[in-house]
């Protein structure tokens, strides 16, 4: 019934920052920008994994958390916090696991990284 491939579409109050965000800091490709509608796309190197915002007048943050699973989350939080990407503290590690760390975007949307560790 389902195929493989995961899309996350949400409201921010700049798409063009937004964009910036996920384009420049996060390094994501960009997949489709519509300037008139003030919405783009973004993919990671996931195979069919996907975001898509759009620009509105009012968002609300919710506690939904988008989570990216990386190999060495160490060296990924030191190349974001180089690129003034702020975490919420430090990497937490649930022992056996995984390894995370939590940050947000310009509107507030929390984002996580995960590295799995353990068997």
Do not use: W
Request: aromatic share 14%.
């Amino acid at each position: 019934m389902f195929k493989s491939g995961v899309g996350f579409h949400y409201n921010v109050n700049n798409y063009e920052r937004t964009l910036e965000f996920y384009a420049e800091k996060l390094g994501f490709k960009v997949l489709f920008i519509d300037e008139y509608k003030g919405q783009a796309m973004v993919t990671t190197n996931t195979e069919d994994y996907y975001i898509g915002f759009a620009e509105t007048h009012s968002i609300v943050p919710s506690s939904t958390c988008i989570t990216f699973e990386v190999e060495d989350i160490e060296q990924v939080v030191h190349t974001l916090r180089q690129k003034d990407v702020e975490f919420q503290g430090d990497i937490v590690e649930i022992p056996g696991l995984v390894k995370l760390a939590t940050f947000s975007d310009p509107d507030g949307y929390k984002l996580m990284l995960s590295q799995r560790i353990g068997g």
